[in-house]
């Protein structure tokens, strides 16, 4: 009797190790490229496709993006964003000096890693740091069945004026389900994060993603006449919680992972 006490007791304790394990949230570096010139976009493709992303694969960071906004052709700035997932803020630290002792990685990115001073592969880089929502504590891969040059992904970012509002929001995603209503009308989201370093704090960020453009046109209107939506967002605790928004409509590039 008590050998199937300790039994149950043992089993449960590791079924409480492996729940947690699995709401452990992830933490996302969102790498924004700018550049201007065709030359440039040229040498950001080659880097990502045939050194970076089959570096850090080896490294153990899977699901990596790599997206440019629609329209990004006609734009003086133009923008490619990488988004890299990971479990920690460790082994995050720890990937540019796992791959850069690689020689694999080093020849096949020569051209950016060595590039000249009269030719630099971009303009700027900014970097942004988020933790995943607790309610959505890993990545999804969508579930889309059009060709990949078919698909939108739409990322947001939506502002607060102070870090308490901005914390309201994130509320508002969690504790008043609009986590969960995005799932249930098949958003197809990718990650939500609160950004916990960046030029535009405080702020959170998410990506879903569509067949087309259509599909994801039809799918916010959906959203938008969804009672349980009009429901949430006429709550007094979550009026004004967002100061200013922005929506970069992207398609992946043929070497991102998703």
């Known amino acids: 009797m008590f050998q199937k006490a300790m039994l149950l007791i ?39 496709e045939n050194a970076f992303i089959p570096a850090a694969h080896r490294a153990g960071i899977k699901n990596i993006g790599a997206f440019k906004p629609v329209g990004n052709d006609t734009v003086t700035d133009k923008r490619l964003f990488i988004i890299l997932p990971f ?33 630099p592969p971009y303009t700027r880089i900014e970097t942004v740091l988020l933790k995943a929502f607790k309610t959505a504590p890993v990545m999804q891969l969508p579930l889309l069945q059009s060709a990949k040059a078919e698909h939108i992904y739409e990322l947001r970012n939506y502002e607060g004026h102070t870090e308490k509002i901005s914390q309201n929001k994130i509320h508002m995603f969690n504790e008043g389900r609009e986590v969960p209503l995005f799932k249930r009308l098949n958003f197809n989201a990718v990650f939500y994060g609160e950004v916990i370093a960046g030029s535009r704090m405080p702020n959170l960020m ?10 994801r046109d039809a799918h916010w209107e959906t959203f938008r006449a969804d009672s349980e939506w009009k429901s949430l967002s006429a709550r007094q605790e979550y009026q004004k919680n967002v100061s200013r928004s922005e929506i970069i409509l992207m398609k992946a590039a043929p070497y991102s992972d998703y």
């Open 10 to 48: 043992i089993t449960l304790l590791s079924a409480t190790v492996w729940l947690n394990a699995q709401q452990k949230q992830e933490f996302y570096e969102i790498k924004i490229y700018h550049f201007s010139s065709r030359e440039q976009e040229d040498i950001l493709d080659r880097y990502y």
């Open 87 to 119: 479990s920690s803020t460790n082994q995050m630290m720890q990937l540019s000096s796992q791959i850069e002792k690689n020689a694999d990685y080093i020849k096949a990115g020569q051209d950016y890693i060595n590039a000249p001073y009269s030719a």
């Open 206 to 215: 998410y990506m879903t993603s569509f067949e087309n453009m259509q599909d």
